[in-house]
């Protein structure tokens, strides 16, 4: 039986080491991004472009999505909950379940658990200021790690697409 030579072989360590590359650049721009705009939690913009960064850009698409939907509703949620929860954990309950039916209802349906961290994280992180600017504060620093993320993977997949372009033998006839 005769090997195709012309066949592409796929080598799992490089993808992953491709995918570690394309995330930790990723992590490390929304982590400066977020320091260089002054936002007080420029680790949420890391820690985001983290969690969307998949070894696909379909993938990432979607995951972004998901992410920037749960994390504006989490914020508007968190944030009226916590003008009212004064320390209430049926409150709390309440709100993260809230967040999560009503993604499921406009059919963000993987979106509600991203929204349920939200509602966590604005309701129950220490904060010192006004709530509403808390919550907005962890929308723009999550939403720039989205962004982020979702430029490294465009980007990095145009050049990696040419590098393949350029590693085709011609076609000669």
Same mark, same amino acid.
């Given at each position: ?12 360590? %490089? ?5 570690? +590359? %394309? ?9 400066? /991004?977020?320091?260089? /705009? ?13 969690? &969307? ?8 698409? @979607?995951?972004? #999505?998901? %992410? /920037? @939907? ?7 949620? !968190?944030?009226?909950?916590?003008? @009212?929860?004064? !320390? ?39 904060? #010192?200021?006004? =709530?509403?600017?808390?919550? +907005? ?8 790690? =989205?962004?982020?993320?979702?430029? &490294? ?5 145009? &050049?990696?697409?040419?590098?393949? %372009? ?8």
């Amino acid at each position: 039986m005769a090997q195709d030579t012309n066949a592409t072989v796929v080598d799992p360590d %490089r993808l992953s080491l491709h995918q570690g +590359l %394309r995330t930790a650049i990723a992590a490390g721009l929304a982590y400066w /991004f977020a320091s260089l /705009f002054h936002l007080p939690g420029a680790y949420w913009a890391a820690i985001s472009s983290i969690i &969307v960064m998949q070894s696909e850009v379909g993938a990432t698409v @979607i995951a972004s #999505h998901d %992410r /920037f @939907i749960g994390t504006a509703l989490g914020a508007v949620v !968190g944030w009226l909950t916590a003008t @009212i929860w004064h !320390g209430n954990i049926v409150v709390f309950a309440l709100a993260v379940l809230l967040v999560m039916v009503l993604c499921t209802m406009l059919r963000y349906k993987n979106s509600g658990r991203l929204g349920g961290v939200t509602v966590a994280i604005v309701v129950l992180a220490p904060n #010192h200021g006004a =709530i509403w600017h808390f919550a +907005l504060q962890r929308f723009l620093e999550v939403s720039l790690g =989205i962004a982020v993320s979702l430029a &490294v993977a465009l980007v990095s997949t145009k &050049v990696n697409r040419r590098m393949q %372009r350029k590693k085709l033998p011609a076609n000669r006839s």
